[in-house]
Nanobody
Framework: QVQLVESRGGLVQPGGSLRLSCTAS????????IGWFRQAPGKEREGVSC???????DYADSVKGRFTISKDNAKKTVYLQMNSLKPEDTSVYYC??????????????WGQGTQVTVSS
């Protein structure tokens, strides 16, 4: 059974950092890509970052240079390191997989989401 579980988010001050994790079960990160998405109230869901089976990464322009995606295949965990956080980064963050080896495919499996709030 495919399952994705995000770590708890939290409240962070502007300029602060937070690392999210996404732990996978039921499939291998060695052969599958993982994406991070976010959705703020009243806004459409947007793609944040993706890492493919080979470790190649992609980022939305809004987070380039501030967010870093990485993975530990042995721990079956993907990380999203978020630095220099801004109030506009406030969203529910989700990880997802399409069970394909590269990014860009439709994502069928989603985590439950975790709230990240950036505020002073």
């Amino acid at each position: 059974q495919v399952q994705l579980v995000e770590s708890r988010g939290g409240l962070v001050q502007p300029g602060g950092s937070l690392r999210l994790s996404c732990t996978a079960s039921g499939f291998s990160l060695n052969y599958n890509a993982i994406g991070w998405f976010r959705q703020a109230p009243g806004k459409e869901r947007e793609g944040v970052s993706c890492i493919d089976m080979a470790g190649r990464t992609d980022y939305a322009d809004s987070v380039k240079g501030r967010f870093t995606i990485s993975k530990d295949n042995a721990k079956k965990t993907v990380y999203l390191q978020m630095n220099s956080l801004k109030p506009e980064d406030t969203s529910v963050y989700y990880c997802a997989t399409s069970l394909r080896n590269s990014c860009g495919y439709e994502y069928q499996y989603w985590g439950q989401g975790t709230q990240v709030t950036v505020s002073s």
